[in-house]
């Protein structure tokens, strides 16, 4: 069982920065891969990033490649998000989840066990 918790959301200005931050509980976040996926009001929930478990691999959705920056501390049982170059598109709940070894493809939904509650971001123009 792992629980997650994110924080660092808030409101920005368009070309700002933000840092999400998801917390783990227990002792097996090094065992599983994390992402980020966002969801703007309206939409399915579309993955962001993701990163393997010890962080050699990342990948990106198009949308945010150069712009956004997965990484983690397994020491800290904590994954980030580095957000800048913000526009009012990347306005969403963003939510990160676990994604156990041998699961399915990093982007889709299904391939994650456990979520977090999410942090609103929202970017004005």
């Known amino acids: 069982q792992v629980q997650l918790v994110e924080s660092g959301g808030g409101l920005v200005q368009a070309g700002g920065s933000l840092r999400l931050s998801c917390a783990a509980s227990g002792r097996t976040f090094a065992s599983y891969a994390m992402g980020w996926f966002r969801q703007a009001p309206g939409k399915e929930r579309e993955f962001v990033a993701t990163i393997s478990q010890s962080g050699v691999s990342t990948y990106y959705a198009d949308s945010v490649k150069g712009r956004f920056t997965i990484s983690r501390d397994n020491a800290k049982n904590t994954v980030y998000l580095q957000m800048n170059s913000l526009k009012p598109e990347d306005t969403a709940v963003y939510y990160c989840?676990?994604?156990?070894?041998?699961?399915?493809?990093?982007?889709?939904?299904?391939?994650?066990?456990?979520w977090g509650q999410g942090t609103q971001v929202t970017v004005s123009s």
């Open positions: 989840a676990a994604r156990p070894i041998y699961s399915g493809p990093y982007y889709r939904r299904t391939s994650y066990d456990y």
